[in-house]
Nanobody, 126 residues
Framework: QVQLAESGGGLVQPGGSLTLSCAAS????????TGWYRQGPGNKRGAVAC????????YYIDSVTGRFTMSRDNAKNTAYLQMNSLKPEDTDTYYC???????????????????WGKGTRVTVSS
C-alpha cells in the first residue's frame, strides 16, 4: 500500500509559479512511476506529467511542455511538479498518482494507476 498526499496548491496570478509536492508513505516509493493528473468540474481526469522510477525519464502533455517540470526525490519519497508561466486554463484540481508502469501514466490511464492522492486545488486568476 502507498499513501499519497499532495500539497502546494493555491491561488496564483497568470504568469506566476507554483510547486506541487506529492509525499508518499507506506511502501517503497521507488518501485513506482509517478504522475500528476488534473481534473476540472465536468471534465475527464487526465495526465499532465509523468516520471519514470527506473531512469527518471519524463513525459508532458503538449500544453504544459516548457512550462512544467516534474521531478522526484526517492530519498524523501516525494515527487514534485514545478509550474511556471501559469495560465487561467491551468486552473484545476491536481492529483498525484502512482503505478508500476510508466507507460500507463503516459497513456493517461486512470485504471492503471494503483494509488491516488486526494488532490490539491490550483487556481490561476487575476
Amino acid at each position: 500500500q502507498v499513501q499519497l498526499a499532495e500539497s502546494g496548491g493555491g491561488l496564483v496570478q497568470p504568469g506566476g509559479s507554483l510547486t506541487l509536492s506529492c509525499a508518499a508513505s507506506g511502501s517503497t516509493f521507488d518501485d513506482y512511476a509517478t504522475g500528476w493528473y488534473r481534473q476540472g468540474p465536468g471534465n475527464k481526469r487526465g495526465a499532465v506529467a509523468c516520471i519514470s522510477n527506473k531512469d527518471n525519464s519524463t513525459y508532458y502533455i503538449d500544453s504544459v511542455t516548457g512550462r512544467f517540470t516534474m521531478s522526484r526525490d526517492n530519498a524523501k519519497n516525494t515527487a514534485y511538479l514545478q509550474m511556471n508561466s501559469l495560465k487561467p486554463e491551468d486552473t484545476d484540481t491536481y492529483y498525484c498518482a502512482a503505478t508500476p508502469q510508466f507507460r500507463l501514466c503516459v497513456l493517461s490511464s486512470i485504471y492503471g494507476m494503483d494509488y491516488w492522492g486526494k488532490g490539491t486545488r490550483v487556481t490561476v486568476s487575476s
